[in-house]
C-alpha cells in the first residue's frame, strides 16, 4: 500500500477557520469538482455528496481536538464514483492557535476497484457505469487496511458506516453500506436486510421460524443474520432454491 500511495499524486486543500478554500494545488483542482471561476466555498458544501458531509465535520472536529489524532477516513465521491482517502491537520501559529486546517487526500480508487460493470438498476441512469470493488479499504489504528472482497462474510451498517466482517474478525469501514452494495458484485453479494450486505458463497444455513428467516455463517462462533420479508424471495432466487425451499416456514 505504502509503495503505491507513493506512486500517486496527493490532493492538497488549504481551510481557513470557517473552513473557506483558501487554495488548493492542481492535482485537486483536477480531482474536485471545481468549475474554472467558481468561488471558493466552505468545503462541506461545495465538494462533497449530502451522505458524506457528516464525515468530512467528523474529520474536521477531530482535527481541532488536542488530545486526538483524526483517523483517516476513507469516502466513495460522485466525481465520478471515485474513493479519496482522507486526512486532515489544523494548523497553528507562533502561540499555537488554530490558524486553519490542511486537507490531504489520495484517488485510491485504482487501488481498489476493479473495471467498471454496467448497472442493472432499472433506477438508474441509463448506461451508467460502475466501478466494482476488489478491495474494501478498512481503518485501524490511524492504519489504513485493505480486505480482499471474496474473504469478506458479511457487512453490517452502523449509522453513515459500516463494519466489515471475515474469518479473521471485523474491521471498521467509513463507507456507507449503500455505497458499498453498489460496488459489489451482485451475483455473490445480497443486501438480505437494511443493515446486512452477505456474501452468500459464505452462507451455511437458512433458518425458519415463525415466518422468519435467519441465516447462518459458521465459523469459531456461529453467527445469525436477519432476513427482511422483502429479500427473502430474491436470496432463495440467487441461492437457486426457488420453489425448493419456501419463504414461510
Given at each position: 500500500?505504502?509503495?503505491?500511495?507513493?506512486?500517486?499524486?496527493?490532493?492538497?486543500?488549504?481551510?481557513?477557520?470557517?473552513?473557506?478554500?483558501?487554495?488548493?494545488?492542481?492535482?485537486?483542482?483536477?480531482?474536485?469538482?471545481?468549475?474554472?471561476?467558481?468561488?471558493?466555498?466552505?468545503?462541506?458544501?461545495?465538494?462533497?455528496?449530502?451522505?458524506?458531509?457528516?464525515?468530512?465535520?467528523?474529520?474536521?472536529?477531530?482535527?481541532?481536538?488536542?488530545?486526538?489524532?483524526?483517523?483517516?477516513?476513507?469516502?466513495?465521491?460522485?466525481?465520478?464514483?471515485?474513493?479519496?482517502?482522507?486526512?486532515?491537520?489544523?494548523?497553528?501559529?507562533?502561540?499555537?492557535?488554530?490558524?486553519?486546517?490542511?486537507?490531504?487526500?489520495?484517488?485510491?480508487?485504482?487501488?481498489?476497484?476493479?473495471?467498471?460493470?454496467v448497472s442493472s438498476d432499472k433506477e438508474s441512469h441509463a448506461g451508467a457505469e460502475k466501478r466494482q470493488l476488489r478491495k474494501i479499504p478498512t481503518i485501524k489504528q490511524n492504519r489504513v487496511l485493505l480486505v480482499d472482497v471474496p474473504s469478506v462474510s458479511f457487512i453490517r451498517s452502523e449509522g453513515h458506516y459500516t463494519w466489515v466482517h471475515t474469518g479473521q474478525g471485523s474491521q471498521f469501514c467509513n463507507l456507507?453500506?449503500?455505497?458499498?452494495?453498489?460496488?459489489?458484485?451482485?451475483?455473490?453479494?445480497?443486501?438480505?436486510?437494511?443493515?446486512?450486505?452477505?456474501?452468500?458463497?459464505?452462507?451455511?444455513?437458512?433458518?425458519?421460524?415463525?415466518?422468519?428467516?435467519?441465516?447462518?455463517?459458521?465459523?469459531?462462533?456461529?453467527?445469525?443474520?436477519?432476513?427482511?420479508?422483502?429479500?427473502?424471495?430474491?436470496?432463495?432466487?440467487?441461492?437457486?432454491?426457488?420453489?425448493?425451499?419456501?419463504?414461510?416456514?
Open positions: 500500500m505504502l509503495y503505491l500511495l507513493e506512486r500517486f499524486d496527493v490532493g492538497v486543500v488549504h481551510l481557513d477557520l470557517e473552513l473557506r478554500v483558501l487554495g488548493m494545488n492542481d492535482f485537486a483542482r483536477r480531482s474536485l469538482p471545481v468549475e474554472e471561476k467558481m468561488p471558493f466555498g466552505k468545503i462541506v458544501t461545495s465538494f462533497h455528496p449530502e451522505s458524506a458531509k457528516a464525515k468530512v465535520k467528523f474529520l474536521l472536529g477531530q482535527a481541532e481536538c488536542p488530545v486526538n489524532n483524526a483517523p483517516p477516513m476513507a469516502m466513495m465521491i460522485n466525481i465520478p464514483d471515485r474513493v479519496l482517502l482522507i486526512k486532515v491537520s489544523k494548523l497553528g501559529d507562533a502561540q499555537g492557535a488554530t490558524t486553519g486546517y490542511t486537507l490531504v487526500f489520495y484517488d485510491i480508487t485504482e487501488v481498489v476497484s476493479k473495471e467498471a460493470v456507507n453500506i449503500g455505497d458499498i452494495e453498489s460496488r459489489l458484485d451482485p451475483q455473490l453479494f445480497l443486501r438480505v436486510h437494511r443493515s446486512y450486505i452477505v456474501n452468500l458463497s459464505h452462507v451455511d444455513e437458512i433458518i425458519r421460524d415463525d415466518g422468519r428467516m435467519t441465516l447462518r455463517i459458521m465459523g469459531p462462533t456461529p453467527i445469525e443474520i436477519p432476513v427482511s420479508r422483502g429479500s427473502a424471495p430474491k436470496l432463495l432466487e440467487q441461492l437457486g432454491l426457488a420453489g425448493v425451499v419456501s419463504v414461510k416456514s
